[in-house]
């Protein structure tokens, strides 16, 4: 619109018949402000739900029906063994605080299924996240001086370590099974058994004893035992005994003997009658005088 706009008009109408009240209003109209065009504007499309906002919209609804049926979050813990940070975290759609969307899966499951609702389907609605965009971030921090970083552990990597741990400790248990159990050290002054089944102890020192306080101990087996026997404060013999086996040492001061069954062994001094220790059966630990 310019100043020209009226005289344009009156030119046009100079050669009407038109009455002047007519030219009037036709350059009054052509003085009127026209209203400018209205801009079109289009609203952007809206976003997609991000996937903490799904999680969150899952998780309040399951909190709602947790606390219509008045359950708190350790009762349903103890329900599901769930922990309960981990229950808090979907509820509340804390991505962060959670592992992998295909754990997460399983909990919201198993969650729901303990409510009563259809789990499968419930948890089919769990979105999928990037590892990168939501790792599980336990609590614990390291404090370090100036430095403060958060542990993220990723769920095959405490596979992996359990695996090596479990394997780890196997082979260590394998190790000290080995070299705890050992046969039983066999006395170097044993004889085997002759044709008559008797096996000869005899004393370590090959030289005859110069004391006259030196007494020849002997010991026969006439029935299954076990014994420890010791000949002046040194084990001589440890191990299971059969009958039919003689024993025999020079003692100067003492014979002791550990046994589950007194009745078994037989015990004689310079040649005399051998006597048994105690009753058939009766354990028995005693030590017995053989200085003259």
């Avoid at 394998?174 to 085997?192: E, G, T």
Wanted: aromatic share 4%.
């Amino acid at each position: 619109m310019t100043l020209l706009a009226p005289l344009k008009h009156i030119t046009a109408l100079k050669f009407s018949k038109l009455s002047p009240h007519h030219i009037f209003a036709s350059v009054a109209s052509s003085l009127e402000p026209r209203p400018l065009p209205i801009p079109i504007v289009h609203e952007p499309a809206p976003l997609p739900p991000t996937p903490s906002e799904i999680l969150q919209e899952i998780g309040g609804e399951l909190r709602q029906l947790r606390q219509q049926r008045q359950l708190t979050i350790e009762d349903l813990s103890a329900r599901t063994r769930i922990q309960p940070r981990l229950i808090q975290a979907i509820e509340e759609g804390h991505l962060e605080m959670l592992p992998e969307p295909v754990y997460v899966r399983g909990l919201v499951k198993r969650y729901s299924d303990s409510l009563g609702l259809n789990g499968l389907t419930i948890s089919a609605r769990v979105p999928h996240w990037a590892p990168e965009a939501a790792t599980f971030e336990p609590t614990t921090k390291l404090q370090l001086t100036g430095f403060n970083p958060t542990i993220r552990i990723n769920p095959l990597q405490i596979y992996i370590g359990y695996t090596l741990a479990i394997v780890c400790a196997g082979a260590v248990t394998s190790y000290l099974l080995n070299n705890a159990i050992k046969p039983p050290a066999i006395a170097s002054n044993v004889i085997p058994p002759r044709a008559a089944g008797i096996a000869v102890v005899r004393p370590t020192n090959s030289q005859p004893a110069q004391k006259l306080a030196d007494v020849k101990i002997g010991i026969a087996i006439q029935s299954p035992t076990w014994a420890q026997i010791g000949i002046d404060g040194t084990t001589k013999f440890t191990g299971n005994l059969q009958p039919g086996m003689q024993l025999s040492w020079i003692a100067t001061k003492q014979v002791t003997v550990n046994t589950n069954n007194a009745g078994g062994l037989l015990l004689s001094r310079d040649g005399q009658p051998a006597q048994p220790l105690g009753k058939v059966g009766q354990k028995l630990s005693t030590t017995v005088k053989v200085s003259k």
